[in-house]
């Protein structure tokens, strides 16, 4: 995995050489806000470990058929997500009756219009970033293909809709504690899915520890 900083000006550099709208690139060139750099470094990058299928400053339009900017868009294929970086002064503290509006016809009418909206708070950045991790695995969660082999036992199926949610390599405890199985069971599932090629040993020698999807 590329050290962070490096990624992310690769990401960025990449997501502004291919725009062609030229108020996203110049928005783009400006650079991101802080609590947007802050959730990617503390955030995003350290779970997911890639900025894939992700898009930062993405423009959208409003009921006035004005412009409007999404801290991040999530769009693997059809999908769309959306993700905001809820400051604790504008958004909080000094947010008046108009804003406190405008604030929720945006997120309406972004619901209205097929995305997923998930709004974080900085503070909860800084705070509780590992809930915020499992939030965002449970986000990506959501358009992620859920689809398995059919000759897969149920047990087997979940262990891989599993694997593909948390995106990371998973340990026989995780998968145990999941399915509500033993230990012991949860390595014999596991072991059973590495025999089909559905899954692959990650670290581990005499006896595997960590496994992840083969065509991840």
């Known amino acids: ?26 928005l783009l060139k400006k650079g991101l ?28 339009r409003d009921f006035n058929n004005g412009y409007r900017y999404l801290d991040l868009a999530y769009m693997p294929g059809d999908a769309k997500g959306g993700i905001e970086i809820q400051g604790f002064g504008p958004h909080a503290r000094d947010l008046d009756v108009r804003r406190f509006k405008d604030l929720c016809w ?3 009418l972004l619901t209205l219009d ?24 449970a986000f990506i969660g959501k358009f992620i293909s859920t689809e398995v082999p059919s000759h897969l036992s149920w047990l087997e199926a979940e262990a891989v809709r599993f ?6 390599p998973i340990t026989p405890l995780e998968l145990a504690k999941h399915l509500h199985i033993s230990d012991r069971h949860a390595r014999k599932i596991l072991h059973r899915l590495v025999e089909q090629q559905i899954l692959i040993v990650v670290s581990g020698e005499e006896r595997a520890r960590t496994y992840k999807l083969s065509f991840n």
Not at 1 to 23: C, G, T, V, Y
Not at 35 to 59: A, C, K, M, S
């Open 1 to 26: 995995m590329l050290p962070f900083e490096q990624a992310l000006n690769d990401w960025l550099n990449k997501n502004i050489s291919e725009e062609k709208n030229h108020r996203r690139r110049e």
């Open 33 to 60: 806000g802080h609590g947007t750099v802050e959730f990617l470094r503390q955030i995003w990058y350290p779970t997911i470990g890639n900025f894939d299928h992700l898009y930062p400053e993405w423009e959208v």
């Open 106 to 108: 945006r997120h309406s």
């Open 114 to 137: 097929g995305w997923t909206f998930l709004p974080i708070a900085y503070l909860s950045i800084k705070d509780e970033p590992k809930q915020c991790q499992q939030l965002i695995l």
């Open 163 to 168: 694997s593909r949610r948390m995106l990371k």
